[in-house]
């Protein structure tokens, strides 16, 4: 398994800014992914963050809005850019290890308001 | 054909009943199914998971049924209790990427 942490748990932004979360797994993983969940609903797959090149995306969702770094197997970051209160919402990290298991482990969250 | 639906939307069970929640889908390429519970202000956390050549697997009070043939697969959970009380999501996952297809969730509330 894998324990992951996010930072911060929890913030109040203003319209037009930016806000970096931060997501770190206790062990290397193979997968890092990204997710959006609006409370009350179900999960929403941002990007898969991938270690050493760049992010792909899912539809709907864009670099410029949203980019994410992973620069290694136990670290990843998601921005959320010129933010708008569209933007409030759960966003969570997840992690597979990886080695023919599909199995995610995931962050508690980053619960994000925009005014 | 990539959706995976789930149902009921909430379910209210006394305790000590059986919770059952059904899950659908489409896709046969999927290959894996897990079940998360996410408690509120919380990460979903993983329950029980199963593969398509297996129709069952129990876990303590968790037991996923899959049918292969009807496309369907559900969490049941036995003697139920007020701590179970939470949002239960099925999953797919999609084959050679690690990524899986949620479905919409089920809020349980298991009555004291």
């Known amino acids: 398994s894998a324990v992951i942490s996010q930072k911060p748990s929890r913030d109040i932004c203003q319209r037009g800014t930016s806000l970096t979360i931060q997501c770190q797994v206790d062990?290397?993983?193979?997968?890092m992914f990204w997710y959006r969940q609006q409370p009350g609903q179900s999960l929403t797959l941002i990007a898969t963050a991938n270690q050493g090149s760049e992010a792909t995306y899912e539809s709907g969702f864009v670099i410029d809005k949203f980019p994410i770094s992973r620069p290694n197997l136990t670290f990843s970051t998601l921005t959320v850019s010129n933010m708008s209160p569209e933007d409030s919402s759960i966003y969570l990290c997840s992690a597979s290890p990886g080695s023919g298991g599909e199995t995610q482990y995931f962050g508690p969250g980053t619960r994000l308001l925009v005014l | 054909q990539q959706q995976v639906k789930q149902s009921p939307q909430s379910l209210i069970v006394q305790k000590g009943g059986i919770s059952i929640i059904n899950c659908a889908y489409e896709?046969?390429?999927?290959?894996?199914f897990p079940w998360y519970q996410q408690f509120p202000g919380k990460g979903p956390a993983l329950l029980i998971a199963i593969r398509p050549d297996v129709s069952e697997k129990k876990e303590g009070r968790f037991t996923i049924s899959f049918n292969k043939s009807a496309k369907q697969f559900s969490l049941h959970i036995m003697d139920s209790q007020p701590g179970d009380s939470a949002t239960y999501f099925c999953a797919a996952s999609i084959p050679g990427t690690y990524k899986y297809i949620f479905g919409t969730g089920t809020r349980l509330k298991v009555l004291a």
């Open positions: 062990s290397q993983v193979t997968m």
């Open positions: 896709n046969t390429a999927f290959d894996y």
